[in-house]
């Protein structure tokens, strides 16, 4: 059963464009959501993070739009540049009990060339 | 410096070989985790430790061992490797109490068991 799905599963979008990157979860004891970037070769790396009490996070031109209603999140990636081509991962983290994190499958995020 | 190192970063083997991929973290972090990510699964947590000598079960932990000898360190052991296990694996780190933590990831090592 998978708990975050993400979608698409690839996106490309034009230098300047903004890009969304789609995320859902089912458990809804999750309550803070973390995405990380990882560059070919790399491992992944904390971007940006949101929790369940705050519907939008900001950091430059990274912002997080959350609705708990829905249980949907999704990254908002503005003046797209090409250093921003990536695969980005959604996860989730439980209030309560284990701090284990629970990955989505990723989306590959280019820059058409 | 890098604060998760891993290695080997490559490493092939055999069929029913034995492997061990090792892992150092100087961040003084508690928490150690060890993922597998492979296209169309993302990233799929194996084992996970909280301190030396302790040992958490992960979601897919079949076919796999770990130990942490110390606060730094964390072994993924594969005894009798099988072509499943072919993957790129992660390390990582993340402070004590865990909680709304960063996790901060290695560079990974590329295992294929032919």
């Known amino acids: 059963q998978q708990q975050v799905r993400q979608s698409p599963q690839s996106l490309t979008v034009w230098e300047g464009e903004t890009a969304i990157l789609n995320c859902s979860y089912e458990d809804s004891t999750f309550n803070y959501f973390p995405w990380y970037q990882q560059f070919p070769g790399e491992g992944p790396a904390l971007l940006i993070s949101i929790r369940s009490v705050s519907d939008k996070k900001e950091d430059g031109r990274f912002t997080i739009f959350f609705n708990k209603r829905e249980k949907k999140l999704s990254l908002h990636i503005t003046d797209s540049q090409p250093g921003d081509s990536a695969t980005y991962f959604c996860a989730a983290q439980p209030g309560t009990g284990s701090n284990r994190l629970t990955f989505g499958k990723g989306t590959k995020f280019s820059l058409i060339p | 410096e890098a604060a998760v190192t891993q290695s080997p970063r490559n490493k092939v083997t055999v069929t029913g070989g034995n492997v061990t991929l090792s892992c150092r973290q100087t961040?003084?972090?508690?928490?150690m985790y060890w993922y597998r990510q492979d296209t169309g699964h993302g990233l799929r947590l194996i084992h996970y430790?909280?301190?030396?000598?302790?040992?958490q079960i992960g979601d897919v932990p079949d076919g796999y061992k770990a130990t942490r000898t110390t606060q730094e360190d964390f072994f993924l052991l594969l005894e009798l490797a099988s072509p499943s296990q072919t993957s790129l694996y992660f390390c990582a780190s993340s402070d004590s109490g865990g909680r709304d933590a960063e996790q901060f990831f290695g560079p990974g090592t590329r295992l294929t068991v032919l």
């Open positions: 961040n003084s972090h508690n928490y």
């Open positions: 430790s909280y301190g030396a000598g302790n040992l």
